[in-house]
């Protein structure tokens, strides 16, 4: 929370974020998440590269599935969370 709050000190127009729920309680990555929300709702264009698939892709407008470095999947969020791909590997479905 501190980087975060330290980032937005420089009023930035994007934010780049790598996993900012690694190893947070369930309710402060709730938190996380609604920060993140309302930033975006505010005109920052945030880059997030998070482990929590379905968080993310609730967040995002689009979205890239890496593997190995490599992208495997890409599109708009919406179809990112109906693909069986996705639900198989990431959301357990």
Same mark, same amino acid.
């Given at each position: 929370?501190? /980087?975060?709050?330290?980032?937005? =000190? ?5 934010? =780049? =974020?790598?996993?900012?729920?690694? !190893?947070?309680?369930?309710?402060? /990555? $709730?938190? /996380? $998440? ?12 945030? *880059? *997030? ?13 689009? !979205? ?8 495997? *999947?890409? !599109? #708009? ?5 109906? #693909? ?10």
């Amino acid at each position: 929370m501190l /980087v975060i709050g330290r980032a937005l =000190m420089s009023n930035p127009r994007l934010l =780049m =974020m790598d996993k900012p729920s690694l !190893g947070l309680a369930p309710f402060v /990555v $709730f938190t /996380v $998440f609604g920060s993140i929300r309302r930033l975006i709702d505010e005109g920052i264009t945030v *880059l *997030l590269v998070e482990q929590n698939v379905r968080k993310s892709l609730e967040l995002a407008h689009r !979205g890239y599935v890496l593997e190995n470095g490599r992208i495997v *999947l890409s !599109g #708009d969020s919406a179809t990112l969370l109906a #693909d069986q791909q996705v639900k198989k590997a990431y959301l357990g479905v």
